[in-house]
């Protein structure tokens, strides 16, 4: 009987030790600290203490980050690295190009499709000019009608805009740095071709527009969170209109709710007509690196950078309407999609941009 009640107690107590270790002493003994490149926009999610702990607490990953555009952080130095988490698949094939098959695995796990930001203002004004239209609340705005604007010098008081100084201009990231920026100027360098994806051959035509159509920013910023958080603080005479991922204005309506509720009426998500999805890969460089790739594919963490921080992940963002945020005119899917160019024709694009 001793013996039964010697071995039952043993055997609650290796039990108990097993779930002690699982659960609180595992992971810190063998917690594990990865280094690597983020984009911005993805910083929320993994500031998320909820974020933190999973990773903590299920995988014993400790993961800090250092902020850079997508194409700047494929340039950088690598030393020390586990990971690079840029916002576009072109980013990838760049990695490919400067060091070849020098990584362990790259995974997309998140998507957001490239969306401009303006005021109701703005909008409106965009409307009358038959730039703009609603569909399901969904507000679409013909890019080829706003690159023509651009690109001939339309003042924004020519559309009633009397409160916007000089012409119209759509402010984007700097398309060497930064993933929204590159990407939008894959888009507009497609538009010129007459919604034809571009190519070489149709830059040797188009490319003096397209340069053009850039060279009107003037200075431009290296990250998407950074020109994000300017347009929401500097207001429409700065920053009439912006290009930026979805998911951004999702997370803000999340995240600060008080101050959504503020601004939330003047702020308006206009879907370009076509747009392009921002694939974002997760590129490991070593070993400690791919273990966080599981992670992140994880039910538990992919509904989190869906309902939190606006990422479409696949099976998540499917399940889920967009009108879980309080947001009007969020479709449930991204319909009218157009594919990038070639990361060749990229490469010749941010040429043609840069001299």
């Known amino acids: ?18 779930f002690v270790y699982q659960n609180f002493l595992g992971p810190k003994l063998r917690k594990i600290v990865i280094d690597g490149y983020l984009g911005g926009e993805k910083s929320g999610l993994f500031d998320d203490d909820r974020f933190t702990g999973s990773m903590l607490k299920k995988y014993g990953l400790t993961i800090h980050y250092k902020k850079a555009g997508s194409i700047d952080m494929v340039s950088a130095s690598l030393e020390g690295m586990d990971y690079l988490f840029p916002s576009s698949y072109t980013a990838l094939e760049l990695y490919k190009q400067k060091y070849g098959s020098a990584y362990k695995r790259a995974e997309v796990v998140f998507n957001s499709p490239i969306v401009l930001y303006t005021r109701k203002s703005v909008s409106e004004a965009f409307k009358k000019q038959g730039w703009v239209h609603t569909e399901e609340e969904t507000e679409y705005i013909d890019l080829v009608k706003l690159i023509d604007a651009v690109l001939t010098g339309t003042t924004w008081s020519s559309i009633g805009l009397d409160e916007l100084y000089g012409n119209i201009y759509v402010i984007s990231t700097d398309p060497l740095k930064s993933n929204s920026g590159n990407m939008f100027a894959g888009l507009v360098a497609t538009m010129l071709n007459r919604g034809e994806v571009a190519t070489g051959e149709s830059l040797a035509v188009n490319g003096p527009e397209l340069k053009s ?16 958080s300017s347009f929401l603080k500097t207001g429409i005479g700065a920053k009439p209109v912006i290009v930026g991922y979805e998911s951004q204005i999702l997370e803000f309506s999340v995240e600060h709710p008080a101050e959504w509720d503020y601004v939330k009426d003047d702020i308006v998500v206009l879907y370009p007509e076509p747009t392009v999805w921002s694939a974002h890969p997760f590129i490991a460089l070593t070993d400690n690196g791919d273990r966080v790739i599981d992670a992140l594919l994880a039910e538990e963490i992919q509904l989190l950078a869906w309902e939190t921080h606006g990422f479409r992940t696949g099976i998540a963002s499917g399940q889920q309407s967009g009108k879980i945020f309080d947001i009007r005119g969020v479709p449930g899917q991204v319909k009218k999609v157009i594919r990038l160019p070639s990361p060749d024709t990229m490469q010749k694009i941010m040429d043609i941009i840069s001299h």
């Open 1 to 18: 009987m001793k013996k039964r009640i010697a071995g039952f107690a043993i055997l609650v107590l290796v039990i108990a030790s097993t």
């Open 213 to 228: 159509f850039f060279s009107k920013l003037g200075y431009l910023e290296s990250s998407s969170a950074d020109l994000f």
